[in-house]
DNA sequence: CTTTTGCGATTTTTT
DNA sequence: ATCGCAAAAG
């Protein structure tokens, strides 16, 4: 249990004992005053911003045993501020003065893990401050009190609020910490039996004077070995201010602490302890003005970097980097390329050098190739210069700002260099393995000659080379960067069994990574059981494999909570999770929050507020409370379809929804009440936490909930509404803006941060499911390590989007590509030795040997290098459904033929559900707007008129003025870059006219092809009769992506063509990429086509529409947030 | 026997 | 999007 915990449960205890003297709760200053008194301590309060209050809001003077608060506006707000400082007195922590400032009654029992947050987690004084507002809350409010008002006597949130005149959001989130986290089980409390330091342990412990590098291997004992060298250091008298603990993450830090304030909580929160990133905050908040910001600079995550570039982004006119539908992957690539530039401390000015440098060389040398690359360097640079600049305008840094702005201001200021150097005489690094250039050139600036630094770390565990730590920073320790430094090894692991020690040292010997003599000794005794390897035929029986073998090491003493299953990517995870939960197998896990039907449920309500539609009512009527059929929400989005309604007017329509049944329309006025007050512009927090806590039971219904699954479900919407409370602020309406920003995240793949499981979760008995980097640093009794196939592990090397210049990354020697390839192969080595050495007694690698195809599948070679350490088996386990089967087939009865666009059925094989819900439903919502898909509208329009005047050419300024006009109509006018946005559009166009240089124009006809009755028709853009008499149809497809696999649409053009003309081809034009494709299929390839056509139909007419998610294109569907289950009941349908 | 084509599985990882 | 394998075609 960690200390916030403790600090609740006490909190909760005095609670108790102050009702039980029969004290008020209802009156809580009253009741907090009599606490604080009761302990001889006098409560004052006085006018904010006295001086007594040494600025902050409240503040416990232990000297003259007083607490005083700033004079609030109400009773509880006052007692907030005395239970605070209360807090401070009864915890114990009351050693350090300084006043409290940032009091928050209503902040979550854990931070969201977004932007500045993720950075700041564990800085000492927010940690305890943070402590302190829970304790405050926990004493006015106790959780098991407000869950029992609500749950039991079934009053809502404002009630309670209510009874003690306490604010909304208050009770809210303590109601959410109640009901929706897992009540926190009172440990065994066993603390870590701390085993007597071996020799090289001690030895490296009590090291003084050069620095010194501990090599540490798996499991023995780095933890340990550090902190008692901080209580040695203590125990000769150095005063914890002067000794920086760096980790590379929050939780390393956290356990760093909790270990030290175990034996020494003064010292440990007096030390300076916290990762490179909030070190680096620090500083840059300290020397703001030397940087040249104003006061606290904001941080921003990618997804507001990219919203930043993006509106400049058509100023740029990139030549290398065009993708002029979809700028934001690329700016995402070039951000990359950033973020690696900062690790590198490579600056816009230095990069656009190493780029020019390169272009020289390609010229001198006549490399064509190495010409492109400078090129596409070069726009790199010039996009980094921007952003630098956008950013400082704004007062922004980002995450890569964190260590690169310190480490050019301590090299570029000796006087402040001297100032952070003196403070600290003693620096410790944790996973010394994980520091990149820019770390290390932090480090060098803060102990110049290393006096007294002692890192620790292990160059076989270095996975995260890809934001440029190189197990090379360890050799370079002793050689280069801190030269007298000593090393030591540790060498006995306690962890693991040695069958496990001797399978990881074994591979060990034959990585690359390290030195080849570091294998470990076991100091446990054997367990009987080897390193197995369980092959399967199918990847189907993989899961059941792995379930079979859960259960059976269940049998054998190990509970659910014990094992964990390690992959190495997150995608093959949140599929294994699902089957592993309808298998009936606990576990934790939480994956992509946006995707969990629960959120998506959360979401529709929001959306039926900005979406005339309604579409959420798809959502909603699969809720238990708001229960709808399927063809009573069709029936509403017809009706809506065809009416002008503005978004959120629905409710008033609900009387003249013809064919919606009155229990349908008695729900939709429900949803309505539901709903009642709120609007696009209203805080999406406030609403949810109102309909989940006042309005509704949804949030009950978690609480009541036994199962693992179910109280996940519980966590996801805790999470999800931890998540709203922290928005950045912007333009526009909080609704359609927080859509959008979950769209973008989830583009981004940011929304990662936020599948991590709160602490709260950890006491669940389920399967622990993590990646391998998510495991690193943690040990489990028993790991399960699936798909152990040559195509997933070693994963083969893919370059970056935008490489770096040659030159950039230090020591990478002339040819950057080949060490980028080495470096990433020993990433992939280190990643499976990582996952190994976090078994303690068992671990079973398992992979399936066919295909789904039926092929044979190869192992992973890295297998083999565990030589006899591997038992290998092969099972059968028993056929048991995954409920993989089903998902997706809707009852629907469909009436007369079907017949279908080109675009349509294409659509259906990209994926079949956005089929369902856009052609079948016909939910409509189009695709987001931006001033590039206006732009692409525009143009179409225009190419569209092109044909239908039958023009040939049109002169420039023709073309502008009807660019003009277009803009005009869709307001692209009043954009910053409408006159670059015109420019590619007039770009597009003149190319749309080349292709019309060739022979003479027919009027496009309406093409079909029949299929069995059904059909597919094919609209042409565009038709030409050739100088040889060919005639060709030509398509103009914007996306200009050119698929490699032609996709049914193309059949079904391809088909239509030629029923209507034998010997007519088919063309695609790509204005984007100035290319015209000639639609070619051989005979087998059509039959097939024609054949998944018929197909395809097939599946409409049985209801068969299975959802093909993909992180890519997913965000942009116009279903994106109702996505999942339908209502029930039967869909009549006529195409 | 060689070449083409289809198809399935994979497109990480994080402060 | 890209790779590697297996089956079909030449």
Partial sequence: MDSIEKARTIAAELHAVAVQKGLDPRKPYNFAKCEILSRDICLEATKPGATQLDGGRAKYIRNDLLIIHERCDTDFENAFLAAHELGHVVLGDDFNPSPSTNVDPARPAEPSPVAEDRVVDYGKRQRREIQMDLFAREFLLPRPVVKRMHLVDGMSASEIAKVFGAPFDVVAQQLFDAILLPVVETPSESPAVDRPLNDKQAAAASHRGVPLLVEAGPGTGKTQTLTSRVHSLLADGIDPREILLLTFSNKAAAEMADRIAEKNKEASAAMWIGTFHAFGLDLIRRFYSELGFEKDPRMIDKTEAVEMLEQQFPKFDLEHYRNVYAPA????????????????????????????????????????????????????????????KIKKAKHCIDFGDLVSLPVSLLESEPTIANTISETYSHVLVDEYQDVNRSSVRLLKSICPDGANLWAVGDAKQSIYRFRGASSGNMKRFTNEDFRRAQTVRLEQNYRSVPEITDAFSAFGATMAAGTGGDALTAERSVCGSKVALTTVDKVTEQTLAIADSIEQ???????????????????????????????????????????????????????????????GLIRVGCQRQTELTLGDVSKVIEHLRDDITEPGEWPAKVDSFHGVSESGKQVLREVATILLGF???????????TILLDRTQIAADF??????????????????????????????????????RIRDLIRLKEDRDLSKLPDAASGLDGVRLMTVHGSKGLEFPVVHFPGMN??????????????????????????????????????????????????????????????????????????????????????????????????????????GRISLTTAQIGLFERCPRRFFYTHVVRIGGRREESPYTLMHDAVREICEAIVAERLITLSDSKIRQRLNQAFKASGLVDHGYANELAGMGHKLVKYFLTTRAEGSPIEPPSLAVNLAGDEVKFRP???????????????????????????????????????????????????????????????????????????????????????????????????FFVCGSVPEGTLQKTF
């Fill in 790 to 895: 040559k195509t997933s592990l070693p994963l083969n090397y893919k370059s970056p989007k935008c490489p770096p210049p040659d030159g950039m990354v230090e020591g990478s020697g002339d040819d950057s590509k080949a060490a980028a390839v080495a470096a990433h192969s020993e990433e992939q080595e280190c990643i499976f030795y990582v996952a190994l050495s976090r078994a303690r007694d068992r671990l079973i690698a398992y992979a399936p040997t066919k295909q789904a195809g039926g092929k044979n599948w190869p192992l992973s070679p890295f297998l083999d290098r565990l030589g006899s350490n591997l038992q290998r088996n092969h099972v059968a386990p028993n056929e048991r459904d995954l409920g993989n089967g089903n998902e997706g087939t809707i009852p629907i009865q469909v009436s």
């Fill in 1021 to 1119: 853009d565009d038709g030409f009769t050739m100088e040889d008499g060919a005639i060709v149809f030509r398509q103009v497809r914007t996306g200009g992506i050119k698929s490699s696999r032609d996709d049914i649409a193309a059949a079904a053009a391809l088909l239509a063509a030629t029923e209507h003309a034998r010997g007519s081809r088919v063309e695609f034009v790509h204005l984007s990429d100035q290319e015209i494709r000639d639609v070619e299929m051989q005979k087998r390839k059509l039959g097939n086509r024609h054949a998944s056509l018929h197909d395809a139909l097939k599946s409409i007419r049985d209801g068969k529409f299975p959802a093909k998610p993909s992180s890519r294109t997913c965000p942009g569907c116009p279903a």
């Fill in 679 to 689: 609007d696009q512009s209203s805080s999406p927090w406030t609403m949810l936490a």
């Fill in 703 to 740: 609480a009541n909930a036994s199962s693992v699954s179910e109280r996940t479900g519980g966590i996801a919407v805790w999470q999800f509404m931890n998540f709203l409370r922290v928005q950045p602020s912007g333009k526009g309406l909080p609704v359609p803006r927080l859509l959008k």
């Fill in 553 to 615: 090491m269940r049998q054998n003493g190990h509970g659910y909570r014990d094992q964990a299953i390690l992959c190495t990517g997150n995608e093959k995870l949140a599929t294994l999770a699902g089957e592993l939960e309808r298998l009936g197998i606990p576990v934790l896990f939480l994956g992509s929050l946006f995707e969990r039907l629960e959120i998506k449920n959360l979401i529709a309500f929001l959306s039926l507020l900005t979406d005339r539609r309604a579409m």
């Fill in 329 to 388: 992957s690329v700016i995402d690539d070039i951000l990359k390329a950033v973020s690696r530039a900062k690790d590198e401390v490579v600056c816009p000015t230095r990069y656009r050098e190493l780029a020019e440098a390169m272009q020289l060389r390609a010229t001198a040398s006549n490399d064509d190739e190495l010409l492109i690359r400078a090129r596409r360097c070069h726009e790199v640079a010039r996009v980094y210069e921007a952003y630098e």
